[in-house]
């Protein structure tokens, strides 16, 4: 395999992390000041949620894997580093974006509490740890403000694939059989992405085939498959809900550039959709959003694709109210939901949200009430109804999509608006008060 000349090659045996300006320490709010209109260039950075299982998946190989359009400063990324690193992956990050992780030797096969409990995703590690080494332990990742989300579909998936699992001490201890893990069927009852992406990991080196039924069929996975394939991978129906993978003795290095993430590109919609003005998300897609744009446009905007770029406005009049259920891909997204609602507040009339996907996402309503918001929650329907303008207060991030639908607010807000427990933002938006601030946006960190 030629490696892409412009990738480093790690050579030291611990994470070479970029440096960068944002250390969250949990004691770091975010300034808004409302008012603006937003007009310029935002540069959306690749998908976190791509981003976080392709690095997992240098672990199915002994040689280096290239990433290019890689969200290095996202906290996400970095704290995943530490994991990997932990089972004895290099991985250097570079400002530019460039990412370079090597699973030479896997030295450890346990993934401890103090590091997955940062961050769930670290749970992926478990299918990729067992198909190359034939053991994994992984901290439970517990509970979380979205919802209870177990890890059973995870775990029912890697056992149709041969390996024994026990529960002991809070962690997941997963053996394959002897001569490794063997294809089998998998049926999914339901949906889900990161169990869909571990199965499909785990089965790249199992002997012979593996059926995925009721697959995921995110962007971020066919992304993955993706790379899978140029890592020597037999996959086929990535995309569709029927994923079968043929299994194959080892995988080779290779080099990937990241899918464009859509939730970012969402969310920058989102806010001109309340703020009003026209930006161009450049280098990005809307192919990966159907669902969201055409409730935007019904609700009053213009968007446009211009080759990599989108171009987003809304001028004059106010949005008028449309209802959505959010869905797994290609429906409307769970991830855009905080944002769209933020986003609904102003328009004229009333908007409906179903929540379908998580049966906890709307922490972010009674911050958006505090702000003078209009929403009434019943199980899992939001009806938000237009209000004149949101007014300025103190509020409470609680997860990153809860976060960012907040600053949103108190971009429109009148006065000043206070958003405290930021880290969350900083798992998941890269630069973003940067990118925000060059649109015209009055946003800053504050201790
Ligand atoms: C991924 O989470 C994303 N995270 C989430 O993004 C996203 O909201 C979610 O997919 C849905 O699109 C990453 O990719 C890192 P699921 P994941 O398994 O894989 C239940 C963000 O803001 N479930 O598709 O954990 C689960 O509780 C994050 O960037 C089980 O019951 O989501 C949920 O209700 C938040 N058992 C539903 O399925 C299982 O074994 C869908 O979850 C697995 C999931």
New binding site residues.
């Given amino acids: 395999m030629m490696a892409n000349p412009k990738t480093p090659t790690p050579t030291a045996d611990t994470v070479e992390l970029i440096k960068s300006d944002v250390k969250p320490s949990g004691l770091e709010k975010m300034r808004v000041v409302g008012g603006c209109r937003l007009n310029g260039k935002i540069k959306v950075s690749g998908a ?2 791509a981003a ?1 299982k392709h690095m997992c998946a240098a672990l199915l190989t002994d040689e280096p894997l290239h990433l290019e359009n890689m969200p290095t400063g996202l906290m996400d990324v970095r704290t995943l580093s530490e994991v990997l690193n932990h089972l004895g992956v290099t991985v250097a990050l570079r400002q530019d974006g460039i990412a370079t992780l090597h699973a030479g030797t896997i030295t450890s096969h346990v993934a401890p509490y103090d590091l997955v409990r940062k961050m ?2 670290s749970v992926i590690v478990l299918g990729p740890l067992l198909a190359r080494h034939g053991k994994a332990e992984v901290s439970l990742p517990g509970g979380c403000t ?9 775990l029912k998936g890697l056992e149709a694939l041969g390996a024994k699992i026990t529960l002991e001490g809070g962690y997941v201890k997963a053996e394959a059989p002897e001569g490794g893990l063997v294809g089998g069927e998998v049926n999914f009852p ?6 869909t992406e571990n199965i499909m990991m785990a089965a790249t080196l199992a002997k012979g085939e593996t059926i995925i039924r009721n697959a ?1 069929r ?1 962007p ?1 996975i066919v992304d993955q498959g993706e790379a899978l394939i140029k890592m020597g991978a037999k996959i086929e129906g990535l995309g569709t809900s029927e994923i079968t993978i043929q299994g194959v003795e080892r995988l080779h290095g290779a080099t990937h550039s990241i899918v464009p993430d859509r ?1 970012e590109t969402g969310t920058y919609m989102c806010a001109v959709g309340l703020c009003g003005g026209e930006l161009r998300l450049e280098n990005t897609r809307i192919d990966f959003l159907t669902a969201l744009i055409a409730p935007l446009k019904e609700a009053g905007m213009d968007i446009q694709q211009d080759g990599n770029d989108v171009t987003v406005k809304r001028n004059g009049a106010k949005l008028k109210g449309v209802d959505i259920m959010t869905e ?1 891909y290609p429906g409307f ?3 855009l939901q905080a944002q769209f609602m933020a986003m609904m507040t102003l328009c004229d009339g009333a908007g409906m949200i179903s929540e379908t ?3 906890n996402r709307f922490m972010h309503v009674p911050e958006l009430c505090r702000m003078g918001a209009d929403i009434t929650v019943k199980s899992n329907s939001a009806i938000i109804r237009g209000v004149e303008k949101l007014k300025g207060a103190e509020v409470m991030a609680t997860d ?2 809860a976060s960012v639908a907040l600053v949103l607010a108190g971009l429109v807000a009148d006065g000043e608006t206070i958003i405290n427990r930021i880290y969350h933002l900083d798992r ?1 938006y890269e630069n973003i008060v940067e990118k925000l601030t060059a649109v015209g946006a009055q946003i800053e960190r504050i201790r």
């Fill in positions: 976190k949620n976080l769930r995703a979205i919802g209870a989300r177990p890890v059973d579909l995870h339901f949906v889900s992405v990161g169990a995921a995110e971020e939730i797994p997204p769970t991830d996907v998580f049966e990153l999509r998941g």
